[in-house]
T-cell receptor, first 109, second 115 residues
Framework: RKEVEQDPGPFNVPEGATVAFNCTYSNSASQSFFWYRQDCRKEPKLLMSVYSSGNEDGRFTAQLNRASQYISLLIRDSKLSDSATYLCVGRDSSYKLIFGSGTRLLVRP | EAGVTQFPSHSVIEKGQTVTLRCDPISGHDNLYWYRRVMGKEIKFLLHFVKESKQDESGMPNNRFLAERTGGTYSTLKVQPAELEDSGVYFC?????????????FGPGTRLTVL
């Protein structure tokens, strides 16, 4: 079983839609969690950290459920510029990042 | 402030040749990480430096890969001899601290193609 698993998508949604991505993780990847965004042929960039209490940053909301080992990212009012691959990332006890394979989002006009 | 830089951006070499990738972390960042993404797979950790010391090299695939960070500034990753399966994108990242919550900033990557 992979340490961090995501649905690869693609998710194809119209502008203005709300879309949610889910991710599950194993015990080895469970010290802390992040969502990174990666544009085509670019480097990953941190979108937001994921806190146990859940956290929100503008149109983006991240949730963590430690009991189910499940992380989610909700994007409200999707913009064309949100089209990218969203990487669910865990961190293990040695600080290295453990990446999921990414979920591709396409926002259409 | 300059971000993480990597050189070259692309490298195409033949099987059996040697390639050296370079990473310049953000100034003042003691922690430097190498990751790579091979075709169709997720990004995977290779190793972690704290200053000039290798903190964790558990992700290095085999002894054809050699990473150095002399002086604790920039780092090099040498592949010798390169094999076809080494093709992929090699990312470098740096952070100020090596703690769980601190962001790792990624460089643009080096796209390596081994023919």
């Amino acid at each position: 079983r992979k340490e961090v698993e995501q649905d690869p998508g693609p998710f194809n949604v119209p502008e203005g839609a709300t879309v949610a991505f889910n991710c599950t993780y194993s015990n080895s990847a469970s010290q802390s969690f992040f969502w990174y965004r990666q544009d085509c042929r670019k480097e990953p960039k941190l979108l937001m950290s994921v806190y146990s209490s859940g956290n929100e940053d503008g149109r983006f909301t991240a949730q963590l459920n430690r009991a189910s080992q499940y992380i989610s990212l909700l994007i409200r009012d999707s913009k064309l510029s949100d089209s990218a691959t969203y990487l669910c990332v865990g961190r293990d006890s040695s600080y290295k990042l453990i990446f999921g394979s990414g979920t591709r989002l396409l926002v259409r006009p | 402030e300059a971000g993480v830089t990597q050189f070259p951006s692309h490298s195409v070499i033949e099987k059996g040749q040697t390639v050296t990738l370079r990473c310049d972390p953000i100034s003042g960042h003691d922690n430097l990480y190498w990751y790579r993404r091979v075709m169709g797979k997720e990004i995977k950790f290779l190793l972690h430096f704290v200053k000039e010391s290798k903190q964790d090299e558990s992700g290095m695939p085999n002894n054809r890969f050699l990473a150095e960070r002399t002086g604790g500034t920039y780092s090099t990753l040498k592949v010798q001899p390169a094999e076809l399966e080494d093709s992929g994108v090699y990312f470098c990242a740096s952070s100020h601290e090596g703690t769980f919550r601190v962001e790792q900033f990624f460089g643009p990557g080096t796209r390596l193609t081994v023919l």
